[in-house]
């Protein structure tokens, strides 16, 4: 099993900054690509970000290159996503996710989702 945490969420001014964290459990953490997904309200959870395992590769949706970048301490078991000049319509509840296979695609565990609001 894999516990992930977030924090970090916030209420911030449209072209503002913010950092959330994700702090995983487990001993093999060094081993798992990680990602960040979103949900606003009344719409599907979407993609955001991810990262393999080395922190060597990332994947960005359309939407927020450019302005995300997410990151990895695999001596903190700790994947952050920093996320620069929002936008209202970054508004969602942020999941992290954690995919034991590396794959970048299979999605084992999610953690409790942090809730970032963006306003205009």
């Known amino acids: 099993q894999v516990q992930l945490v977030e924090s970090g969420g916030g209420l911030v001014q449209a072209g503002g900054s913010l950092r959330l964290s994700c702090v995983a459990s487990?001993?093999?953490?060094?081993?798992?690509?990680m990602g960040w997904f979103r949900q606003a309200p009344g719409k599907e959870r979407d993609f955001v970000a991810a990262?393999?395992?080395?922190?060597?590769?990332?994947y960005y949706a359309s939407s927020v290159k450019g302005r995300f970048t997410i990151s990895r301490d695999n001596a903190k078991n700790t994947v952050y996503l920093q996320m620069n000049s929002l936008k209202p319509e970054d508004t969602a509840v942020y999941y992290c996710?954690?995919?034991?296979?590396?794959?970048?695609?299979?999605?084992?565990?999610w953690g409790q989702g942090t809730q970032v609001t963006v306003s205009s």
């Open positions: 996710a954690a995919d034991t296979s590396g794959t970048v695609v299979a999605w084992s565990y």
């Open positions: 487990g001993r093999s953490f060094g081993s798992y690509a």
């Open positions: 990262i393999n395992w080395s922190g060597g590769i990332t």
